[in-house]
């Protein structure tokens, strides 16, 4: 199953990073990298754009500018918060394309980590299972 529409991808996906914001100890560090980077997805398109330093998401209006832009599929990106990829290596692939700088990106990498049973647990707290990659 995919999801539904460019709402359900910043919803879902975008929890994710609220999760991490609202621990005490992964939303200092996140905040701390003061980064914004955007999520240009595809299937459906959607876009999510995250300001580490102000802890907001959004769709980019009216938000700072992007110091990279992460282009992937929508399922791509909820199997990667679940785990399910190696980001160098989808990147090395071209399944994820990357503009800026990339390496304040694998900065985050660590950070993400963390929150991977954050998201599958809110997908199945929602009655999303079908999004679960097994």
Do not use: C
Not at 19 to 46: S, W, Y
Not at 67 to 77: K, P, Q
């Amino acid at each position: 199953m995919a999801f539904k529409d460019a709402d359900e991808v910043r919803h879902y996906i975008g929890s994710v990073f609220q999760a991490g914001f609202d621990d005490p100890e992964i939303g200092p560090k996140m905040q701390a990298t003061g980064i914004v980077v955007k999520f240009a997805f595809t299937d459906p398109d959607a876009d999510l754009v995250v300001d580490m330093a102000k802890q907001e998401i959004g769709e980019g209006a009216g938000m700072a500018e992007p110091i990279a832009i992460m282009r992937m599929t929508a399922e791509l990106g909820s199997a990667y918060w679940q785990g399910k990829v190696n980001l160098p290596i989808a990147m090395a692939r071209g399944k994820i394309k990357v503009d800026g700088n990339v390496a304040s990106l694998l900065k985050l990498a660590p950070l993400g980590k963390k929150l991977f049973p954050k998201y599958v647990e809110t997908l199945q707290a929602e009655g999303r299972s079908d999004l679960v990659v097994a």
